[in-house]
């Protein structure tokens, strides 16, 4: 069995989010790796098509400090030092594959739903992730 020193665990901040983060916890115990917990915000124009014509920078702000809060309230939870939680702005697929790269990691831990029949055609990130990222992927089956 491979050997894991630094693990990055991508989290989405919903319900499901413990699930990932005790399993990442479990292989870091067992690796004696370090964390590095990652959470993307999607810019808020992506979900409108950048057709609403409004200034959404402050609801941007919004979501990006909430973000945030919630991510340093799990890094505090599990033990994870502050330089290692990282939160980004972009499409997470991409950035998830970015910050591997930036940080060094030699394992991504990432939630998957186990998606079936047409819910496959619509991809998920974890598929994302899998596809494109060079080190070691580990898809936690959400229950
Ligand atoms: P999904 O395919 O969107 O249902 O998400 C499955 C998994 O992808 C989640 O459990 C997370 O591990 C990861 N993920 C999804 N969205 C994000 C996000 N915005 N930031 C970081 N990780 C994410």
Same mark, same amino acid.
């Given at each position: 069995m491979p050997t894991y020193k630094k693990v990055l665990v991508a989290i989405d &901040?919903?319900?499901?989010a413990p699930q990932v983060l005790n399993k990442a916890m479990e292989v870091c115990k067992a690796h004696q790796a370090e964390l590095v917990l990652v959470h993307v915000v999607e810019p808020v124009g992506y979900a409108y098509g950048?057709?609403?014509?409004?200034? &959404?920078t402050e609801l941007q702000d919004q979501l990006d400090k909430a973000a945030r809060e919630q991510l340093t309230a799990y890094g505090a939870q599990y033990d994870v030092r502050e330089a290692n939680q990282v939160v980004s702005v972009g499409r997470p697929e991409s950035e998830i594959h970015r910050l591997a790269k930036e940080h060094g990691v030699d394992l991504v831990i990432v939630g998957s739903h186990g998606r079936k029949g047409f819910q496959l055609l619509l991809g998920s990130t974890a598929n994302g992730v899998l596809h494109g990222t060079e080190c070691d992927v580990l898809a936690v089956r959400i229950h």
């Open positions: &901040l919903t319900e499901e950048g057709d609403i014509p409004m200034d &959404l």
